[in-house]
């Protein structure tokens, strides 16, 4: 009847469309009614429990007490009671560093002088270009 429509289209893919056509403008969502993210909400160490066990390493929940974090030595055990180990790999040695300023020195003092006077000028305004009374 008047003032229903319908539309059938396949194969695109998930997202929210907009269509109009000059006279009446409609959004349509277009996906699953439960999007992946929200069937299991309850965190669990499953999905990463075989790489977890390949590695030697653990999981603990937090609700246990925030673990303490300890470097470790490659072939000791990377996790105890209470305890998460971290492996010292040297990664974060540092090979290069180079400092380059943004702008040149003089620019930040012409920005500073700039803005200074326009303080100056427009607290001058303000008070009418008098000297205030003591």
Avoid: C, N
Avoid at 109 to 132: D, F
């Amino acid at each position: 009847g008047p003032g229903r429509f319908a539309v059938d289209v396949d194969g695109l893919p998930d997202g929210i469309y907009a269509l109009d056509d000059g006279t009446l403008r409609a959004v349509a969502a277009v996906g699953a009614a439960t999007p992946v993210e929200f069937e299991r909400t309850v965190a669990t160490d499953e999905p990463l429990s075989a790489w977890v066990a390949q590695s030697g390493g653990a999981t603990l929940r937090l609700e246990d007490g925030m673990p303490k974090l300890r470097f470790v030595r490659a072939g000791a055990p990377v996790s105890g009671r209470g305890w998460l180990g971290l492996l010292r790999r040297g990664a974060h040695v540092t090979a290069e560093l180079r400092v380059t300023p943004l702008a040149p020195a003089w620019l930040y003092l012409v920005l500073a002088a700039g803005l200074y006077l326009s303080g100056w000028l427009i607290e001058g305004r303000r008070e009418g270009g008098r000297s205030p009374r003591r």
